[in-house]
């Protein structure tokens, strides 16, 4: 019984989203395509794999045995390829990667982590950048990889995919004054005493460029410039903070509200520089656990404990 490695990736992006169309969509496939593999995945295996439902999929039993093999298959694969590639590059050139403020937070590290451990004669430059900034590195062929903001990557001719959502959100302490919120506009948020970033980070950068001349006043307790300290002061009641999603550690006791903006609403794009892609297997396979990485982050509940950013599509 023969599998496509596309097919297995697609599987995995459905089950770790909850939903066909949002694989689909980390795919760059329509839906009754990715329906369509998915069907076709499932009469070649002989048993249904999906239980499909108005909110979404999740999968079978069989679907649970089928993710968990086909992720350590595609991890497999991506480390045959790195170590042939080795004998084609030269050890004393790393792979670059790029990445802004919240991707390094959380997103880059466990990718680095799973990569070095399973690639020891394959070395990483790592820096964190601003997007405008990371673009033209991977633009003038000084980067390999960046991890970058869709709103500002803009149409810049670079090849780049979906990576996971980076929407920001409303943090505060738990059974605090968001007890019982499940969303704000930022004009509520700044009524009640901060916690933010920095002046000179790149998210409150980004946060003070889209308010524009008419952003409202704010109290900052304080600011700080490391993500983790920020969530900490948050949790012991500080004051609020506006922070990307992948800032919270799901297991820790926090209240978080959607952020009621259009701005609020942020995706990570992987972003490849202008060299040669397929020349670097090494380059492919930092991909690869970046990819992992993104999919395996939980889900966040809101002060209700519903789901945050989740949506509900019909499944084919």
């Known amino acids: 019984m023969r599998y496509d490695l596309d097919d297995l990736r697609l599987f995995l992006h459905i089950v770790t989203e909850g939903s066909i169309t949002a694989g689909a969509a980390r795919m760059h496939l329509s839906l009754p395509s990715a329906s369509a593999r998915v069907r076709s995945l499932e009469r ?10 108005r909110r979404g999929v999740r999968p079978t039993p069989a679907g649970t045995t089928l993710a968990r093999h086909a992720r350590d298959v595609l991890d497999r694969t991506a480390r045959l390829e790195s170590a042939v590639a080795s004998y084609t590059r030269s050890p004393t050139a790393p792979v670059t990667l790029l990445g802004g403020g919240s991707a390094m937070h959380r997103l880059v590290p466990q990718a680095l982590i ?9 070395d990483v430059t790592v820096s964190e950048s601003r997007t405008p900034q990371t673009v033209r590195m991977l633009a003038d062929g000084e980067a390999d990889l960046g991890v970058v903001l869709d709103d500002e990557a803009g149409d810049c001719g670079l090849h780049m995919e979906p990576l996971g959502d980076d929407s920001l959100v409303v943090i505060g302490q738990a059974e605090g004054i968001l007890a019982g919120r499940t969303a704000l506009t930022y004009n509520e948020v700044a009524e009640h005493p901060l ?3 920095d002046a000179d980070s790149s998210l409150r950068r980004w946060i003070e460029k889209h308010l524009g001349p008419h952003a409202p006043v704010v109290r900052h307790r304080t600011t700080v410039a490391d993500l983790s300290v920020l969530v900490a002061l948050v949790a012991a009641g500080v004051g609020l903070a506006v922070v990307p999603r992948r800032a919270i550690d799901p297991h820790q006791s926090l209240a978080v509200c959607e952020l009621q903006e259009p701005w609020a609403r942020r995706h990570h794009l992987l972003a490849w520089g202008v060299k040669d892609r397929a020349s670097s297997t090494a380059t492919a396979a930092l991909a ?13 509940r809101s002060a209700h404990g519903a789901p ?7 499944e084919g």
Do not use: K
């Not at 070649?44 to 439902?53: E, F, N, Q, S």
């Not at 945050?308 to 019909?314: A, C, V």
């Open 44 to 53: 070649h295996t002989g048993v249904a794999l999906l239980i499909r439902g």
């Open 114 to 122: 799973s990569f070095l451990r399973a690639h020891p004669d394959v």
């Open 195 to 197: 916690v933010g970033l």
């Open 288 to 300: 690869e656990h970046l990819r992992h990485a993104a999919q395996s982050e939980p889900s966040f």
């Open 308 to 314: 945050l950013g989740w949506q509900s599509f019909p």
